[in-house]
């Protein structure tokens, strides 16, 4: 890395394209900042409040240790968690499902993955515990206009950014149409989207459609297509690998202008691009 900023990789981008660091977990990034000359943008917190949906499912929320509020952040973007692991500092980025407007806590919702070393270790946490999170990151794909509907195809703890737009909508007044299709394996489920289905029994501007692959079967990328008609639409994917494939692969063969379509990837180390 540093013969790569020597050579004139001046920015994070350039190194990432060069190299690849910093696009698979994403822990390393703040850290490749550091070689490029960037002070740590990391606040101290306190991890305030735990929502517990089910024994892999859970809702972190972390405030301010000062009495200022956080800074803003943006429509679908992702904070880096870092904690110490064994006298190590760890980072991992999560995509915040908290509202936009919300300045005295971020909120983060996770799976546990049995063998996630940093999910595993958020999990064993208990409330009042001292982390760190960057600034909100990431590019901003939506907005509160647009020219048509927001679609949210999204599967599994992937409702994550879907839950973070919806809420943001909700709290800043828009009435941009969106449909958001929740894809699960089980009833037991359906406890993370229960805000969404509160939020659109008063907002007629949100839809929302649950599908059980246990009870439905799979789901039919002739289902994805019929989204397909409606007009100006954007898309937003995020799930597992072959959800998100089928669903791409269903919008493209509807012949979806592939700027309208955002995935939204989850790797195993729980990052986010």
Partial sequence: LASLISDGANSLALVQNRC????????????????????????????SKIIRYSDDVRSFRFASKTKLPLPNSGL?????????MDGVAVERPY???????????????????PRGTFS?????????????????RGQLHFTTGGDGALICLVAGV??????NICRSLDDLGSKRPVHVLHVIRKRADLVLSEDLKSIGRNKPWLKFDTHITTEEG????????????????DFLICGPNGFQEMASFALEKARVDHRRIIIETFNKVGSTK
Avoid: Y
């Fill in 95 to 113: 995509t915040l499902t908290s509202s936009v407007k919300e300045k005295r806590w971020r909120e983060i919702t996770v799976r546990q993955d």
């Fill in 20 to 47: 690849g660091a910093g696009t698979m977990c994403g822990g390393c990034v703040s850290k490749i900042e550091g070689l490029l000359g960037a002070e740590s943008e990391f606040i101290p917190v306190k991890l």
């Fill in 218 to 233: 799979p789901i039919s990328p002739k289902t994805i297509k019929d989204f397909a008609e409606i007009p100006d639409a």
């Fill in 120 to 136: 595993r270790h958020l999990f064993n946490l208990k409330e009042g515990a001292g982390l760190e999170i960057s600034h909100p």
């Fill in 76 to 84: 679908g973007q992702h904070i880096v968690v870092r904690s110490v």
């Fill in 158 to 163: 992937g409702i994550t950014p879907a839950l």
